[in-house]
């Protein structure tokens, strides 16, 4: 079992640039894949990024890709995802989520889901 829970949402003008944080808390942190997913009002739940156990492999959505840069830090139990150039497109909830597997692109690819944090973009 796995608890995530994110932090450093919020705010930003375009342009701008936050970083996220996901905490894990529970067994083998450094076993599991790791991904961020963002929903945005009236749309599905789409993904962002995702990352190996080990983090030498890395896979991101075309719309995020040179802008954002998803990491770990494993003696942390922590993921992050670094985003720059925001746009209010980037507008969403954003979760990660954790896989026992290889995870992926897919939402049930996944096991363990944070709560999610708020990222607002304003143009």
């Known amino acids: 079992q796995v608890q995530l829970v994110e932090s450093g949402g919020g705010l930003v003008q375009a342009g701008g640039s936050l970083r996220l944080s996901c905490a894990a808390s529970g067994r083998a942190f450094s076993s599991y894949a790791m991904g961020w997913f963002r929903q945005a009002p009236g749309k599905e739940r789409e993904f962002v990024a995702a990352?190996?156990?080990?983090?030498?492999?890395?896979l991101y959505a075309d719309s995020v890709k040179g802008r954002f840069t998803i990491s770990r830090d494993n003696a942390k139990n922590t993921v992050y995802l670094q985003m720059n150039s925001l746009k209010p497109e980037d507008i969403a909830v954003y979760y990660c989520a954790a896989s026992k597997y290889l995870g992926g692109v897919g939402t049930s690819e996944y096991d363990y889901w944070g709560q999610g944090t708020q990222v607002t973009v304003s143009s």
């Open positions: 990352l190996s156990w080990s983090g030498g492999s890395t």
